[in-house]
């Protein structure tokens, strides 16, 4: 049987610039990681997301971890039951081996270059690379200034809010909690936390991830309200009252304030609770934090967050038009590399790649067959 895709961002546009939750790539238990490296145009991409269609072939779940910069690429993928990991570890998430041979390890993609040949291109290759950062700079002032707008609007709306009412939502989670991990024995350890990217900015427009995501989830809460009504406070609580009761917990953001939350998962208890929209449906229970806004205190702001709203989607826009200027300046940074390189050789690494990994898969697959046979 055909494994399951869940797709997600490691890594954001944001207006703190680029900001990265690379280090949740790795999960417990990762047993091997492949830290790629070479410049654009090698197949990095390429190569993981071959990886990943034969894992997925071979009846695993794998984690596809898009680029945000490029959400057709791949920047790692995650196979979580074979404890095995591949990630880009270039710029502007440069990532080195942490246990060089022993947990980790580097594929050079740079080996197969015709370094001779690119030396040719080195003055536009400096040029177009200096582009392609100025562009990005462009694109995160221009999300700083949005953050400047969405928190105005979050300060009209908190001066509006009655947080007690918001409370009763926090309750309802916790009785699902104590119902739940009700045990006469106490937690001897916290759960673990897990954070990455939702959706992001991307030079296709916004893309929001949450679908797959929450495919397998059972019972799913999509949780309504504007900006400053207390989503992310609500989603932080709920979160730390499952860590604390021993629970492992997935922690997604969002992209304009990176520590702003989206959606939290429990998947010891099947259970989500998201923001994103795509679950604004009869089929999840919706909870509205807009009911506990004073509608008469909120008439008088009417014209400031019509306007506050209108300028907040502008510089978004902006900010997203910039990085897809930066990605046609990637796109031609790539040609002076793609001629260059010898991919038949590459396949070859692919190949010796995939054997290992198939190997360690397997060996994973006795062990745990092994303990079963043991345990029962």
Known sequence: MQGSIKR??????????????????????????????GGPGVGKSTLMKKVGK???????????HHCSSDNHSLDGIAV????????????????????PGGLDEIINMGEYWNVEAMELNKTKIVATTNDVSRLFARAYRFLAAARSIAEDIMAIHKQCMDFAGANRILALFERILA???????????????????????????FIDFTDTILQNIGQIYYLH????????TLLRKIA??????????EIYHTPLIPTKIGTVVIPGLNLAITTSEKFKSAHYE????????????????QADLAGDNKLL???????????????????????????????????????????RILSLAAGDAKATAANARIYN
Do not use: W
């Open 225 to 232: 309200g504007p900006m400053g009504t207390g989503k992310t």
């Open 179 to 205: 119902e739940r991990t009700y045990s006469s024995e106490p937690v001897s350890t916290s759960g673990h936390e897990r954070h990455l990217f939702s959706c992001a900015y991307t030079p296709d427009g």
């Open 313 to 355: 989607q502008e510089l978004i826009d902006l900010g997203m038009e910039n990085i897809r200027r930066a990605k046609e300046e990637h796109d031609v940074l790539e040609q002076y590399y793609v001629p260059n390189m010898n991919f038949s050789a590459a396949e070859d690494k692919y190949e010796e790649i995939m054997d």
């Open 54 to 64: 034969k894992m997925l072939e071979l009846g695993y779940d794998v984690e596809f």
């Open 8 to 37: 997600v961002f490691p890594g954001g546009n944001t207006s703190e610039g680029f900001f990265s939750y690379y280090q949740y790539l790795l999960e417990k238990g990762t047993k091997r990681i492949f830290v790629i490296k």
């Open 286 to 301: 919706t909870l509205d934090l807009s009911k506990y806004l004073n509608g008469s205190k909120l008439a008088a702001f």
């Open 80 to 99: 979580i039951p074979a404890g095995i990991v591949m990630v880009d570890g270039t710029a502007p998430h440069i990532i080195d081996p942490k246990y």
């Open 240 to 249: 730390d009252r499952a860590v604390e009761k021993g629970l492992d917990v």
